[in-house]
């Protein structure tokens, strides 16, 4: 793969909501991301007509029972009632054991299509640049890959497993009534018009509504999840009641999307018992009047009230159905909007180039980049840097040095220009071959709940205890590490809590010196530490930093001090470069103000 110098890369493309794909599409793109939900399809549906079948031998046997058996011209033929009541006893059987087969398949296929959506969805979260993620509130994008698939896990056990039933029973019970009396059949067809007319219309309606409640849904568990995630910065500024607010806010808003969809159902729900009442009365009423005219037996019309029944119960179960169906939808294209929207930091796939091993050479060429909608906050970004050079990257908060940082280590792609690693553009680089040889440290190191040495493994997952310890004495920490209860088997707690935020810095440390990186590229922390360990951390860092290129984003003047190279940001344009001692001596420059408020805040 080439890509021009300058070639506009995508940046941090919106996680798409899905909401523009029709129900049908909706179904057919879901199907061809999950094929398991459908393999075997074909037993299932022949175990669900066999159970369908299965139903109408009951009313069959009632009215062979009572015009033939019964009614018998030479007075009742007992052996035939016999007979029927077998056939019954058999039919009850067959509907039983066809049931149970076509419920167990589908309950077997959902739930492994499910695993599938599910693992499929949580990898592409991760597969989505940072940016991309971003889009979204993280909470509301948990819903996406957790309630939402439950609510087409919901659907597909239950309500396809009624649909599949229900659409079945009305066709055998439409078939046979008309078979026993056509005028009957019309009649119950009739008393259902309005329902079946209607049901497009509140399909509609009923997936407007839905939509609007699993977006409610994802923006409360946002609502609720940020509260949990910043507990002690809603405590310490003891702003309970606001961030209470804002939740009861996110519960109204999905309580109100509820119960207008609930609305939906409720109509369509009585809707359908007026036609179930009305066609039983029609049934009897005109059964009767056929009955007095001789053109219909007892037993016809008391099969016909089974018919009726078998008719009712899955036309009115599927008003129920059509309403879980818009919710699962809904719900299915927020998870199929994830699964395509593209990730757009790719892997270069097979023609992908991989670095060799040692210090890298830096090379920005015209780097330009713009957050999605926003405006430059990088400019024309045209740097060098020698394999094995040690650069500090300065400049005001707000100036671009984090930006930078995510270009380099590519978490993000530039709008244009072209970022090298010894001559190559990054995204020709294989992403096993970046992520070996290129490691960004942020100032705040993510640690897992874990102990220390599984957390320092992130940097190298095959590492043995014995490695971890090397490592720490290599970066002079290994008294550090003894001196904790169980060594590196300590546990660090959520977000590595029980850890001091220096501690947390020297795990992040020897995660990053196990992954052994060409170039090291570190956000340094800003959070104040004792002065031990401010010592500890400063030569594990130099160790850190020896034989290999290193950038490091300074927010201490004291490391753009010791640096070969320091470039000056300052709104998004590399404004002075060159050494310390060159550049404090350039007066009126940005440098020179940044140092000397430094140095009057810190007193050197
Ligand atoms: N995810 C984002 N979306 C939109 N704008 C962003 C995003 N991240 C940063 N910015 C904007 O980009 C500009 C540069 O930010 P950046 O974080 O690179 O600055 P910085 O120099 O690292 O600041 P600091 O020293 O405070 O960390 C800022 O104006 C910031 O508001």
Redesign the pocket.
């Known amino acids: 793969m080439s890509l021009r110098p300058g070639a506009t890369g995508p940046v941090g493309s919106q996680v798409s909501s899905g909401e523009e794909i029709g129900a049908v599409e909706t179904i057919r793109r879901g199907i061809a991301q999950t094929p398991e939900l459908v393999h075997g399809i074909g037993w299932t549906l022949f175990f669900a007509v066999v159970a369908s079948l299965g139903q109408v031998i009951v009313p069959i046997a009632v009215q062979q029972t009572l015009d033939r058996g019964l009614n018998a011209p030479g007075g009742p033929d007992l052996s035939f009632v016999t007979w029927m009541g077998v056939a019954a006893f058999f039919g009850l059987v067959v509907t039983s054991v066809a049931s149970y087969f076509m419920t167990s398949r589908l309950f077997t296929t959902s739930e492994r299509g499910l695993a599938t959506l599910r693992t499929k969805a949580f990898r592409h979260i991760h597969d989505l640049s940072l940016?991309t993620q971003?889009t979204e509130r993280r909470g509301a994008l948990v819903s996406r890959v957790t309630s939402d698939v439950d609510q087409v896990s919901q659907f597909l056990v239950y309500g396809g497993l009624l649909l599949v039933i229900s659409v079945g029973q009305v066709l055998v019970a439409t078939v046979i009534m008309a078979v026993y009396s056509w005028q009957l059949c019309l009649v119950v067809w009739l008393c259902f018009a309005p329902l079946f007319i209607s049901i497009r219309y509140f399909q509609r309606k009923l997936s407007d509504a839905y939509g609007l409640v699993r977006r409610q849904a994802g923006a409360m568990l946002s609502a609720v999840s940020e509260p949990v995630v910043g507990a002690s910065v809603v405590r310490s500024y003891a702003v309970q009641e606001r961030t209470q607010d804002r939740i009861d806010e996110a519960i109204d808003g999905f309580k109100a999307a509820s119960t207008r969809a609930q609305q939906f159902t409720v109509i369509s729900f009585s809707l359908g018992g007026i036609s179930a009442g009305l066609a039983n009365a029609g049934v009897l009423v005109i059964g009767v009047l056929l009955g007095l005219t001789g053109e219909m037996t007892a037993g016809t019309v008391l099969a016909f009230a089974f018919l009726v029944t078998l008719f009712v119960g899955p036309v009115q179960m599927g008003t129920q159905i059509i309403t879980d169906a818009q919710n699962a939808i809904a719900s299915w294209r927020r998870v199929i909007g994830i699964l395509e929207t593209p990730a757009d930091v790719v892997d270069p796939g097979e023609d992908a180039t991989h670095l060799p091993r040692g210090p890298m050479d830096v090379r920005f060429e015209d780097v330009s980049f713009a957050?999605?909608g926003?405006p430059l906050?990088?400019r024309d970004v045209d740097l060098e840097f020698r394999a094995g050079t040690r650069v500090a990257i300065v400049?005001?908060?707000?100036?671009?040095?984090?930006?930078?940082?995510?270009l380099l280590t590519r978490l993000m792609d530039p709008t244009t220009g072209r970022v090298l690693l010894d001559g190559v553009d990054v995204r020709e680089v294989a992403h096993s071959s970046l992520r070996r040889g290129v490691v960004l440290v942020p100032?705040e190191g993510f640690l897992f709940d874990d102990t220390i040495a599984a957390n320092v493994r992130y940097g190298r997952l095959e590492a043995t205890e014995e490695e971890i310890v090397r490592a720490a004495e290599e970066l002079g920490l290994a008294d550090w590490l003894a001196g904790l209860p169980s060594g590196v088997r300590t546990m660090v707690g959520q977000r590595g809590e029980s850890l001091s935020a220096g501690e947390r810095q020297l795990v992040a440390l020897l995660r990053a010196h196990l992954a052994d990186p060409d170039l090291l590229v570190l956000?340094e922390a800003t959070s104040a530490v004792d002065p031990e360990l401010e010592v500890r951390i400063g030569r594990a860092l130099e160790r850190l930093m020896t034989g290999r290129t290193s950038v490091t984003?300074a927010?201490r003047l004291s490391t753009a001090e010791q640096a070969d190279e320091v470039v000056v940001?300052d709104a998004?344009r590399v404004v002075q470069r060159g050494s310390h001692a060159e550049l404090v001596t350039q007066p009126d420059l940005p440098y020179a103000r940044l140092h000397a408020s430094w140095v009057a805040q810190h007193g050197r």
Request: hydrophobic residues 30%; glycine residues 20%; without cysteine.
């Open positions: 940016l971003s957050y999605p926003g906050v990088l400049g005001e908060t707000g100036s671009g040095k984090s930006t930078f940082a995510k100032q956000d984003i927010h940001v998004g």
